[in-house]
């Protein structure tokens, strides 16, 4: 059984700058998360682990971004 929204996919495909800014959000929240670990004492394998999560989550956003400003100057 699938959980997934089909109003929060059609949202999207309706509102690309709407993603964008999502995964923006999403980015912040794992800096904090990062930020809360390495002020706990987290080791420097933890620390790195959660950088590369941050980095890929980056490298997702750069393709959703160009597509937002493509569509925005077309408008």
């Known amino acids: 059984m699938s959980t997934t929204n089909p109003n929060r996919i059609y ?3 309706a509102d690309p700058q709407g993603e964008v800014d999502e995964e923006i959000r999403h980015i912040g929240d794992l800096i904090f998360v990062r930020d809360l670990l390495a002020a706990r004492g987290a080791t420097p394998a933890e620390l790195r682990e959660h950088d590369a999560v941050i980095d890929r989550a980056r490298r997702q956003l750069a ?3 160009r597509a937002s400003a493509r569509l925005a100057t077309a408008a």
């Open 63 to 65: 393709p959703a971004k």
């Open 11 to 13: 949202r999207w495909a």
